[in-house]
């Protein structure tokens, strides 16, 4: 991964499982996010590739890369809400652009998807009306729309109180579960890997590589890097493995 001259990442190889809770972690600036964004094809890597099973995502045609993303659903940081939107109708956009479906139909599908985040009752509510948490969660809704095989998570914890980010692991963990979806979470929030994540990648910054991957669990109790297991000991006293 580059910027021009600049390399942020390089010699990066890890495998994402059907049906993991992978999550991409590290510390600050050491490119997470871009990561995140080279997967979905915001950014294309300066050399390598990107494969979906069989599938050559970064080699593919624009229509073809294009299929493969409507099986991909995204929740950014902020929610990435449209605040003129009431949250069925951001819900319901990604159906309105990419399928034939009925307006009737549509907001019927975005009712379904808001109460499995916990939002039955709240399809006219503005994003400015509700909290941060509810704001993720209605994201959430919005990247689950098309049934996607692939979420994306990029800090879903990010500005939340303790209980709110709890709740959202939960939730994460159930849709994985209840919808058979693979899950992919940069984030850097102990509580969190540990509660979710069953494998990961872990990147630094200052050798620009990975130096790890696989069970967040199994990577603190057999650390393979020192920067690993400070990493995943920091503020040991608020971490709640499992």
């Known amino acids: 991964m580059a910027f021009g001259d600049f390399v942020v990442m390089r010699d990066l190889n890890f495998t994402v499982r059907r049906g993991d809770v992978f999550v991409i972690m590290g510390g600050s600036g050491c490119g997470k996010s871009t990561l995140l964004n080279h997967m979905i094809g915001l950014l294309e890597p300066a050399t390598g590739e990107i494969l979906y099973g069989d599938f050559n995502f970064t080699k593919a045609p624009p229509e073809q890369r294009e299929r493969m993303l409507r099986r991909i659903g995204v929740l950014y940081q902020g ?62 809704a919005r990247a689950m729309a098309l049934d996607p095989e692939v979420l994306f998570f990029d800090e879903p914890s990010a500005g939340l109180d303790p209980i709110s980010s709890r709740l959202l692991d939960d939730l994460i963990l159930e849709l994985r579960d209840g919808l058979g979806a693979t899950v992919v979470v940069v984030s850097h929030e102990l509580p969190s890997i540990f509660a979710i994540a069953n494998n990961s990648v872990f990147l630094d910054a200052e050798t620009r590589t990975m130096i790890a991957s696989g069970d967040p669990k199994e990577l603190l109790a057999h650390p393979p890097d020192p920067k690993v297991h400070r990493f995943l000991t920091r503020g040991a006293d608020e971490r709640h493995p499992g």
């Open 79 to 140: 929610g990435a809400l449209w605040s003129s939107m009431t949250l069925a109708e951001n819900v319901g956009l990604p159906l309105e652009e990419f399928t034939d479906l009925s307006p009737r139909e549509i907001r019927a599908i975005a009712s379904i998807k808001l109460a499995l985040v916990g939002l039955r009752g709240f399809e006219d509510y503005y994003p400015s009306q509700i909290s941060g948490g509810m704001q993720k969660r209605a994201g959430l």
